[in-house]
């Protein structure tokens, strides 16, 4: 009879060896092993974030991350379970198997107080534990900016973020959630998790295939704005940011002084998920299209949202897909 159990020791291993041929994410075995480790020693990670593995005697026949996460759902606080790198064994031993994995983990948050569900695997999974869920409303975009008027970068004290900046993006982020239906409830552990995850990947992958910038615009000594911005050859990923003035016009010189230190050749293509009213003036969408079941969430219980979640309704970042 299959069982689910933790994923630890030689077990956790020979998950690593499944999962990497399709979840490497641009990582070597070693170096997807080290990203592994490395997220389970962050505060959040150690506390929060879990491996399992379905199997049959000796046999693994799926594995996925668990993530507790907290949230905020029409006003009112809820403990909300994430599923994501999910991996089913690919042969006809595996059919069915991600779906009697998620059933398990799901039943037993339930029975320790979680009301919603996130589901961060698009594919790798049966299609029937996909239809169990709604795809959250997020759209992709391409953005254009605005370049200075002036030669170079805009007149903006920026400068590389520092964790000393997270208790300010914290309060960012807050103030900018507020008026949404639903938000993850990002604390200073989870920031500083979600932007390790990024360095990871940028730090343990090939020679400058990937990089991180984690720039702030300052007032005195103070974060008042900030962008994460992910880079891969031409294409930048605005991972999150985050602006104490309404308008976001911060984030937009941002971006610009950004631009204003890559050559002239050729621009960045920028993709991003913003929330909903948060368009920088500097800031043009290029194009918009559903993001194509990216995430995927439902209740606990009764499974259904009512109403229905639409794009106004929900603030999520990209530095937050697990």
Avoid at 5 to 18: F, S
Avoid at 82 to 92: F, R
Avoid at 206 to 229: C, K, M
Wanted: hydrophobic residues 45%.
């Amino acid at each position: 009879m299959p069982t689910v159990i933790a994923a630890q020791g030689a077990v956790l291993d020979r998950v690593l060896d499944a999962t990497w041929p399709t979840l490497r994410a641009g990582l070597n075995r070693e170096a997807y092993g080290r990203f592994h480790a490395a997220r389970m020693k962050t505060s959040w990670g150690g506390h929060f974030q879990r491996t399992f593995a379905l199997i049959d005697g000796e046999d693994i026949l799926a594995s996925a991350e668990r993530y507790d996460l907290a949230g905020v759902f029409d006003g009112r606080a809820v403990r909300v379970c994430a599923i994501g790198s999910v991996w089913t064994e690919p042969s006809p031993r595996g059919v069915g198997r991600s779906r009697v994995l998620i059933d398990t983990l799901l039943d037993d948050a339930a029975r320790e107080g979680a009301e919603m569900a996130l589901l961060f695997s698009p594919t790798n999974i049966d299609d029937d534990a996909r239809n169990d869920f709604q795809a959250l409303p997020v759209s992709d975009l391409t953005l254009d900016v605005t370049e200075s008027s002036r030669s170079g970068a805009p007149m903006t004290m920026v400068r590389g973020g520092e964790e000393r900046d997270l208790a300010a993006i914290v309060a960012m982020g807050r103030a900018r959630a507020e008026p949404v239906r639903f938000h993850l409830e990002r604390d200073i552990d989870f920031v500083q998790y979600a932007i390790t995850t990024k360095r990871l990947l940028a730090g343990l992958g090939s020679a400058n295939a990937r990089q991180l910038h984690f720039f702030i615009a300052e007032e005195g000594i103070t974060a008042a704005a900030y962008v994460i911005v992910s880079v891969v050859g031409h294409t930048w990923t605005l991972e999150e940011c985050g602006d104490r003035d309404a308008s976001g016009a911060r984030v937009g010189a941002l971006l610009q002084a950004l631009i204003a230190r890559e050559p002239v050749e050729r621009r960045a293509t920028i993709h991003a998920w913003l929330p909903p009213r948060l368009l920088p003036p500097q800031i043009t969408i290029a194009s918009a299209m559903p993001s194509t079941g990216t995430i995927r969430v439902r209740m606990l219980g009764s499974r259904v949202i009512v109403p229905p979640l639409s794009d106004d309704d929900v603030l999520f970042w990209r530095n937050d897909l697990f």
